[in-house]
């Protein structure tokens, strides 16, 4: 089977990792691809902002599957491009994209299907003198979320008034999330711990990967701005069998069914964020494809095929029995730029991955360029730090995962030294 995968972060790296893996795999394509993945298939230079130049390369190449990894091409209509031309893709169709597109729809879509959640109210650009008047109305601390795509830093927890009207403005006046922020949802603050949940549906069926845990804010303890992520852990003891059916049956099922319902069928991997309240599970949010850098710290703990079960969903027909948990732990440490979330510098040399030859160690390149045989920064969140521990012992996987980055320097390099505390220290 010729597979493309999408994308040139940490993410791709690991669904091409994983893919590769595969003993249906005969060719493997990433699309653009960066230093760690040209190990795994072959690299190709397009930018994938041009969905009709991908689609279009893709059939050329008779590729029989593609998986889309960021969100962008999915809410912009790639998966219709590649489907109008016969080709079976992993992700969802421009329509149901929108589930992590639109905010608002998402909302809406559970509040109309009784899909727990947290209270909200939507305001559009127009509607920026009511939002202030609703801000003075409400208890806090408050979310406050651009409606669009912000790159995961589209979501502010204000304490307080000021701090809420701030991030209106933001949003209205300043356009600190470009078109994205013209519509807001103002939403409850829950409370609880976080869980990502990855649903892999045809449609129809579905199954749940093992239970992540990400840490989105930059700072150590949860402070500070939100990122894409600063790290992850599988699984989280936070979700017991127990919990995994509540959630299948009050959010994932019932979301899936919604969609179908509604005329969006969903084909491809479900992001569900959830905060476990003491009400039970609720939806934080929905995205739209795998979740960064969760999908780093899950693949791991899968055996079994990988590349049947996005296949199998990609047809119509999904194999449930394609993968299965395989009782191990996983530990992903981002290490960023200085400055991330905001400025931050490119071109820095990358020293010390050669050193690394530990078989629980994998190493995903995020936001690398490969210069003359060196690895420079080319991005904000540059590395993805990965240990694999074959028993479900977090502290140790977590030792290994910060004993691999302490081989590893660039200038300006940041990490948070606190991925998976929350649950070693529960």
Aim: charged share 25%; proline share 4%.
């Amino acid at each position: 089977m010729k597979v493309a995968v999408i994308g040139s972060g940490g993410r791709e790296h690991a669904l091409a990792w994983k893919i590769s893996q595969s003993s249906f795999l005969k060719e493997l394509y990433v699309i653009p691809g960066n230093p760690g993945t040209k190990f795994l298939g072959k690299n190709i230079a397009i930018d994938i902002n041009d969905i009709n130049e991908v689609v279009k390369y893709c059939v050329e190449l008779k590729v029989d599957l593609v998986v889309v990894g960021p969100e962008k091409p999915l809410t912009e209509g790639i998966a219709d491009l590649l489907m109008e031309q016969g080709v079976k893709v992993f992700g969802p169709t421009k329509a149901a994209a929108r589930i992590e597109g639109e905010k608002s729809f998402a909302k809406n879509l559970m509040k109309k299907f009784g899909i727990p959640t947290a209270d909200y109210q939507i305001f559009t650009k127009e509607e920026h003198k009511s939002a202030l008047e609703y801000l003075r109305k409400i208890k806090y601390p408050v979310v406050i979320k651009a409606d669009g795509l912000a790159a995961g830093k589209g979501v502010v927890i204000c304490e307080n008034l000021d701090e809420a009207e701030n991030a209106i403005n933001d949003c209205f006046i300043n356009s600190a999330f470009g078109d994205a922020g013209n519509k807001v949802v103002i939403e409850e603050f829950m409370r609880g711990q976080e869980a990502s949940v990855f649903a892999i549906t045809d449609g129809d069926d579905f199954i749940l990967l093992p239970v992540a845990q990400d840490h989105k804010r930059i700072g150590e303890g949860d402070t500070g701005k939100n990122t894409g992520g600063m790290g992850s852990y599988a699984p989280t003891p936070f979700v017991n069998d127990d919990m995994v059916k509540i959630i299948s049956e009050t959010i994932v099922r019932p979301t899936i069914n919604a969609m179908k319902e509604t005329g969006n069928k969903y084909i491809g991997c479900l992001y569900c964020g959830l905060m476990l309240t003491d009400e039970g599970p609720k939806v934080v949010e929905f995205n739209c494809r795998f979740g960064d850098p969760e999908t780093q710290s899950v693949l791991p703990l899968l055996d079994g095929d990988f590349l049947n079960l996005l296949y199998s969903a990609s047809s119509g027909a999904l194999n449930k029995n394609s993968v299965y948990y395989n009782g191990g732990s996983s530990v992903c440490i981002v290490i960023a730029a200085k400055g991330y979330p905001e400025k931050y510098e490119k071109g820095k040399e990358i020293t010390g991955l050669d050193s690394i030859k530990d078989d629980d160690i994998i190493i995903f390149h995020a936001g690398t360029i490969e210069k003359e045989g060196k690895i420079y920064t080319n991005g904000g969140r540059v590395l993805n730090i990965t240990s694999f521990i074959k028993e479900n012992n977090l502290l140790l996987a977590k030792k290994r995962s910060y004993e691999a980055i302490s081989k590893i320097y660039f200038d300006g390099m940041y990490f948070r030294k606190d991925i998976a505390d929350k649950a070693i220290y529960r």
